[in-house]
Nanobody, 125 residues
Framework: QVHLVESGGGLVQAGESLKLSCAAS????????MAWFRQAPGKEREFVAAFRWSDGKSFYGSSLKGRSAISLDNINKTLYLQLHGLKPEDTALYYCAADPPASGDYNNFRLWLYWGQGTRVTVSS
């Protein structure tokens, strides 16, 4: 079983940046991608970004596209999410996920197998 631990969240002001990290307990041997999702209070979990290491491609959801960058340090088994230009509506719990759906439907959070506990990002206006 893979354990994922997110960190890097916090309270920031609008316009500021954060870099989130997701450390995996071991090498990911199932699937070829990891992802970030977020969930705001009362809302469904939302796809933020995914990184597929088999071909080095990144995929972004619409909400943070252009204001985020996903990357992977494969040696240290750590996934990153750089956020900039943060807005109050970006306030959410940010989750890391592993073992993606074979279909490549990365947007669907229900199809990812492993999840971390989340790191909270709060953006004040």
């Amino acid at each position: 079983q893979v354990h994922l631990v997110e960190s890097g969240g916090g309270l920031v002001q609008a316009g500021e940046s954060l870099k989130l990290s997701c450390a995996a307990s071991e090498s990911i041997n199932t699937g070829d991608a990891m992802a970030w999702f977020r969930q705001a209070p009362g809302k469904e979990r939302e796809f933020v970004a995914a990184f597929r290491w088999s071909d080095g491609k990144s995929f972004y959801g619409s909400s943070l596209k252009g204001r985020s960058a996903i990357s992977l340090d494969n040696i240290n088994k750590t996934l990153y999410l750089q956020l900039h230009g943060l807005k109050p509506e970006d306030t959410a719990l940010y989750y890391c996920a592993a073992d993606p759906p074979a279909s490549g439907d990365y947007n669907n959070f229900r199809l990812w197998l492993y999840w971390g506990q989340g790191t909270r990002v709060t953006v004040s206006s």
